[in-house]
Nanobody, 124 residues
Framework: QVQLVESGGGLVQAGDSLRLSCALS????????MGWFRQAPGKEREFVAA????????YYADSVKGRFTISRDNAKKTVYLQMNSLKPEDTAAYYC?????????????????WGQGTQVTVSS
């Protein structure tokens, strides 16, 4: 059984930075593509960023491109999301997800396991 545990969320001001972490346990981490999604109140869950198993291929939503960076450490079984220049519209619960199948990284339906989420709140 795979478990994902996110950490690093919090309350920050616009322009600040945060780094989210997601630790995987239970299976071989390097077999998975890893993604970050977010969901604001009253909105659908949306794709933020993803990284393939090798770390060489990364993907970003247009809204975060140039501000967020996804990375992974396979030895630590951890994926990170460095978020810079945060905006109030980045406020959401952020979820980590693991994809074992070979599939597109963009839709939430393509992921096999999910974490419980960590809240990020950006004040103006």
């Amino acid at each position: 059984q795979v478990q994902l545990v996110e950490s690093g969320g919090g309350l920050v001001q616009a322009g600040d930075s945060l780094r989210l972490s997601c630790a995987l346990s239970g299976r071989t981490f390097s077999n998975y593509a890893m993604g970050w999604f977010r969901q604001a109140p009253g909105k659908e869950r949306e794709f933020v960023a993803a990284v393939r198993w090798s770390g060489a291929s990364t993907y970003y939503a247009d809204s975060v491109k140039g501000r967020f960076t996804i990375s992974r450490d396979n030895a630590k079984k951890t994926v990170y999301l460095q978020m810079n220049s945060l905006k109030p519209e980045d406020t959401a619960a952020y979820y980590c997800a693991a994809q074992y199948r070979v599939a597109s990284v963009y839709p939430a339906s393509g992921y096999d396991y999910w974490g419980q989420g960590t809240q990020v709140t950006v004040s103006s």
